[in-house]
């Protein structure tokens, strides 16, 4: 059983450090906003580190709401990223929907979790949003529920006692027999699998963190191993892993089963809005 263990631990070490250098290739440059079919799903990193001119047009399409939220930001950086970050998504809903951003009406889960109110929801389109320190990363597909999240790369202390608290026991056996940055990366890595999928359920970090395991295995088919201790419950789901730029460790979790290729990777950048380019 230890010899199982630390062979895994060693297979999933190449895995992160393969990841981490071929990620990088995967996000494409598109001249046009692509359409989105019914069979794909578009992943979108966005830097939330703009030009004033764009700030304040992404701030245009705001609603009320919106803009009050992010007054209560403390900190003119957090105000900034917040309102960005929620322009982008106004910008790129309003591509897949082809109206106005500034017509874009949200609905809110019990726990928080955005969709599209009436009758915006007709349209079957699902997406989910992400952002930490001067990166957001989106998610949207068509008819499946789908969690994103994105963490920063920050040094913490302890990180082999919070995963023995919050993690299952092979996680956490993977972040101790780690060190480093690689340690960091396996930690982020895990945490971020685990935060995506209960996004995509709606529940959020409300839910438990030691209900949903994660194999980080690259001979696995998926990185989602089990849910609740019950194998059989991940039939239906698809997760990945990324890291989009250096220093962020990202997930996505999908309900159905969807290959890797059917994810196309984008750069937003604020050439695809013709009113701010």
């Known amino acids: 059983m230890l010899q199982s263990n630390a062979l895994d631990n060693h297979q999933s070490l190449i895995y992160l450090l393969r990841m981490s250098q071929n990620n990088s290739q995967i996000w494409k440059n598109p001249p046009y906003h692509p359409p989105l079919n019914c069979d794909r799903v578009h992943l979108w990193r966005a830097n939330l580190d703009l030009p004033s001119a764009v700030v304040e047009q992404l701030a245009s399409f705001l609603s009320k709401d919106e803009v009050a939220r992010a007054n209560k930001f403390r900190f003119p950086q957090h105000n900034r990223r917040f309102t960005v970050a929620r322009g982008i998504l106004r910008h790129l809903l309003a591509n897949y929907l082809q109206i106005s951003p500034v017509t874009v009406e ?48 920050r040094s913490m202390e302890d990180v082999a006692k919070i995963a ?42 409300t839910g438990s963190l030691a209900d949903v395991d994660i194999c980080l295995d690259q001979t696995r088919s998926s990185c989602l191993q089990a849910i609740q201790g019950n194998k059989q419950a991940t039939a239906n789901w698809s997760m990945y892993s990324y890291f989009p730029v250096v220093n962020y460790v990202a997930a996505i979790a999908i309900k159905t089963k969807t290959n890797q290729q059917q994810i196309d990777c984008w750069n937003w950048h604020h050439g695809l809005c013709p009113t701010i380019a």
């Open 164 to 205: 023995q608290r919050f993690f299952s026991t092979q996680e956490s056996q993977l972040i101790a027999s780690l060190s480093g940055q690689q340690q960091h990366k396996a930690f982020f890595q895990l945490w971020t699998a685990k935060e995506a999928y209960l996004k995509a359920t709606g529940i959020g970090l």
């Open 106 to 153: 949200f609905d809110y889960g019990d726990r928080g979790k955005p969709s599209l109110a009436t009758p915006f929801s007709n349209s079957s389109l699902q997406f989910n949003i992400s952002h930490s320190h001067e990166y957001a990363l989106y998610g949207f597909t068509y008819n499946y529920p789908l969690g994103v999240d994105l963490e920063y790369l």
